[in-house]
């Protein structure tokens, strides 16, 4: 979230992110806010997707597993 933050562009965005992850209840904060922003969130959401993948494959290399990829359609 705080990369994802970092990346936006626009400045009120920008603000609007670094208030929602300060403190206690971060997680909900941040995910409201780019619901006015369809492009960031859409942006955030494949970011995070990304992010959640490679975590996933890390894991899953630590543990000897070799990962299959999926295709999107089945």
Known sequence: MVEFAQTATDRRLCRLLAVALAG???????RRV???YPAERERWYRMREVA?????RER???????PVERSRNG
């Open 24 to 30: 206690k209840g971060a997680f909900g904060r941040f």
């Open 34 to 36: 780019p619901a006015d």
């Open 52 to 56: 959640l993948s490679e975590r996933a």
């Open 60 to 66: 899953l290399g630590g543990l000897g597993i070799e």
